[in-house]
RNA sequence: GCCCGAGUGGCGGAAUGGUAGACGCAGCGGAUUCAAAAUCCGCCGACGCAAGUCGUGCGAGUUCGAGUCUCGCCUCGGGCACCA
């Protein structure tokens, strides 16, 4: 008899595993490749239940895959540039680089525990200069092939405090530490050019089938098309250079419902009126208060000023439109002018009931009258237009848009225009720990490359000696002593080296293809690259849909461009999958202002406070977070029941893609499940009980079912699924009357299908049954076809779609002797009383209904 | 405000348009035990004595049949370009 001791037997199969050097990935011409790769992890300093769940996903895969056969990568690096090491240095003092590998070496003591089958030879973090040298490199590529250019765009502002703020850094509108009210400030900054593979980037997305549907449509939304009419209102009053005002509309149809033209407070021409005229300066300046994000615009409430300029509408030239400012309208979107037609769009609706303005309709419904309030239906509902000037009076919006097009290009008013919403990628940031951008700017030579043999640009340490200060608000680089000046790598005279670092989506947008050749002198070895890309499987969090992956697809067409990336690695990740976030309830209670007071899961029992016994309240489970404290530290899990334990249990229950509730009791439930299998494997082991040809095939058959279903499970990412089936054939073992021999053999293969999800008590299990090696090396069991099928089949049979009775039936009995025996049914024949059904519906081998 | 999801017993969830609630948790009953823990066996959507009726966020619809498909809502979550 031996016990489950998972703090014991998981060290051991580590250090076994490791010797064998089991993990580290290698090109292997004989076997087919497989790379599944987890997103890369914050360095936060401690790793969370959300962790634990991102690399057992990839690690079930990664085993699962090596079992089948395929030459693995499965490799593992930080995310490691980025603000929260800079607040950390101002906060607590200290330096950014030294808290980064700090906490670098502490995550990584965490996770060793868990025994993912990672590849840590190829580990790199994003702020080594290794890796941000080799970025440096490829952004000058990139920089001469016309992919990146500088461009004025808006920041938030700190005024109090002088500097850039990140827009988690506005609070309502305010900084988060000075408590100013924010504004927005044009700053001149670097852009990659993502804009000229919109298009591209759009359709590609086609291709991606094993992507959720609904990450490629949030991304094709963000990218959004669109087919327009862009034309020039010819003006009136303006000032000199501002004859025409360009607007784009994708609503042409209703051009006859324009009541007003509206421009940007960051139009070209609101910027010169508010050069010359006070009032509209001040008005601007209003519009320019508040955070940069469009959530904050679009919500903020809708200011306009009238400029007294007017325009005359294209389509007849004796009505007058007056030109507003209005501060809704983007000056990154379209032309950054707009017509408003309060009739049909709901923004200009409520600006124009506002600010007194007229309302015409430009079409009704086909039915009906005209609405109350304005009148959006969709584009391809049809309409009655009462004010169309071209095509049929009855029509869709989208017939109406392309008739009004063609109208308009006819007529020169103006030309169908396709414009896309995805702009380019500002990569600017006014921050110290971030990877330098490499240029000089030079007064004589202007912006100029460094030289690549000087590459990398690397982030200064100290400033004569002494650790960099960050209790100052702004960029170190910028006031650094010595190391901003620097000589022009052109001419070779004094120059300073630009401050802006890079944002960190920069980080992430190519350390998947570092991992292929994490050493190479060169950002990728093309041998290398070329054997190990694409990634096979990506698995990270629903908040990635859009930013992320966008950028990463961006930048692995520029590393092709470049040179880089192979042609067939420009679409690098073939399947992602996005989980859900673990979650837990929240436990507060007051102090004496009532102000809630959070506690750890773990000082709480029975709803009250351990220490105090004071109540608790409890809220609803939400993301586990630092603030609210319904955090759960892996790290007490694993000391407690074992890390398989904490594998097991994020991958029951719930699917991946959904959120999962960590209780404390599911931990223990998954835990005692564990040590029950390990009980059964002993008894087996010590069982001499002869064999039974009846109960062996019994046995032998669902243990192929359970190999058809996990395989099945897993490979559908449904790890839920595959946890239930273990469930149950657990408990087919423990109650077979089967021979010793066959139990021995159905446990050796339940090993086998834990082994991915909990690897130790597999390795444990199969040892004791007296498997040959490791059972993570042992090939995947396939499951026998011939055992799967079942000789009857239960039919459920429903009168009038309700399940009113069932019949047994082999399982391919003929459709009309089903019938007959139905019509034999007593509770059929009580039902018909003696009639003929109305219709009688058999589906071989699934139902049968009798329509009554 | 805009885009994308999710909603099924007390709880986590299962269900190619075909028996709603697999599997697990909690709970209840029993066995074992001096007793307990552990373990094992059984019951477990609601109402009803039963026959049965009702049940997948709400309201319509399509279908022989809807948790699943369509339309309109509600609530919660993710994203909104400088959090990562």
Redesign the pocket.
Known sequence: MSRYEPSQSEAKWQTAWNEAELFAARPDPARPKYYVLEMFP?PSGRIHMGHVRNYTMGDVVARYKAAQGYAVLHPMGW?AF???AENAAMERGGHPKDWTYGNIADMKEQMRPLGFSLDWTREFATCDPDYYGQQQSMFLDMLKAGLVYRKNAV??WDPVDMT?????QVIDGRGWRSGAEVERRE?T?WFFKISDYSEELLSALDGLKDWP??VR??QA??IGKSRGLQFAFSTKDAPDGFEALEVYTTRPDTLLGASFAAISPDHPLAKHLERHDPAIAEFVAKCRAGG????AI??AEKLGMDTGITVRHPLNTEVELPVWIANFILMDYGTGAIFGCPAHD?RDFEFATKYGLPITPVFEPVEGDYPAAEFVPLKSEPVRYIRGFAGNEIQTGEDGVASAIAFCEENGIGQGVTKF???DW?L???RYWGCPIPVVHCESCGVVPEKKENLPVALPYDEDGTPIDFSVPGNPLDRHPSWRDCACPSCGAPAKRETDTM??FVDSSWYFTRFTSPGAPTPTDPEEVAYWMNVDQYIGG??????HLLYSRFFARAMHKTGHLPADAIEPFDALFTQGMVTHEIYQTRDEKGRAVYHLPEDVEDGKLKATGEAIETIPS??MSKSKKNVVDPMNIIAQFGADTARFFVMS???PE????W?A??A??TS??L??VHRIADEIAASEAPADPAQDTALLKATHKAIDEVTRSIEGF?F??AV?TL??LS?TL??SKAGAEAKREAMKLMAQLMAPMVPHLAEEIWAMLGGTGFVISAPWPKADPALLVEDTV?L?I?I??K?RS?LSVPKDMGKEEVEKLVLEDEHVRKALDGGQPK?L?V?PG??V?V?I
């Open positions: 914050y995310d980025g603000m929260p920041v938030n850039v703020l990140a827009n988690e700053l900054q549907e609904k449509l949030m939304n963000w940069t994000t469009e959530e679009e919500t709901a919403r995805l702009r500002g600017s940031r006014q944002d960190t629903i908040e990635h849909a859009i930013l939400a993301k229950d719930s699917p959904r959120d999962v509730e209780t009791a599911g223990e439930a005692k499940f040590a029950r449904a839920n699924k239930a469930y149950g408990n423990s109650k239960t459920p429903q009038n779609g399940r069932e219709k519906i589906v699934r139902i209904n329509v």
